[in-house]
């Protein structure tokens, strides 16, 4: 089976509309150990891009530097440039591909982790976004090196995001102002992995229904 990359206004929309429709709750999280403003900015970000993308037809690389361009310039603090990075690195992964095998698919997540590791030396454990992407990537590498059916893959990268998101609950965050906190950071989730889980999830969803 094989994604076509002509679907990505939709697919990107779609993402566009999970952060959105989850504004509240991801400043909610970043109230308890941040500013509070998570929510707020990634939706402010995503939005520029809805409203970029509105009544255009764009391939999934195309509606990907949208997306990067949008959070960029319209996300304040480091996570404009963070998740800049991520989607313009899976943009240049798939730039002249007309559909993504698995194997594709996987790559396009490894270059995106790639380019962001570019600007961040953060990794698993240190309670943010990479808490839930790493993971989520080497999941899906594994399911391709398997053969495993693109569904079935979509499956576990989700499960491994979800597992990702819900390991920063018990972490002492080591970057960003809620490493301040040291100990008080814990018992709460990262507002980042969470956010990277919603995409993730979502990401995977929108694949997963447009297979062929």
Known sequence: MMISTEYGSEIVNDMVNIIV??????????????????????AKGFNLCGASLAGKKMSLAEALDILSDALMEGIGGSMGPLYGSLFIGMADSIRDEEKLTLDQFAKMLRDGLTSLQDISSAGVGDKCLMDTL?????????????????TDALGLMKDAAAKGRDSTLDLVAKIGRASRLGERSRGVLDAGATSCCLLL??????TERRLA
């Open 201 to 206: 999830t979502q990401l995977a969803e929108s």
């Open 21 to 42: 429709a989850n504004r509240e709750y991801l400043s909610e999280i970043d109230g308890a150990i941040g500013d509070g403003d998570h929510g707020i900015n990634m």
């Open 134 to 150: 790493i993971p989520a990537v080497e999941t899906i590498e594994k399911a391709a090196r398997e053969d495993m059916p693109f």
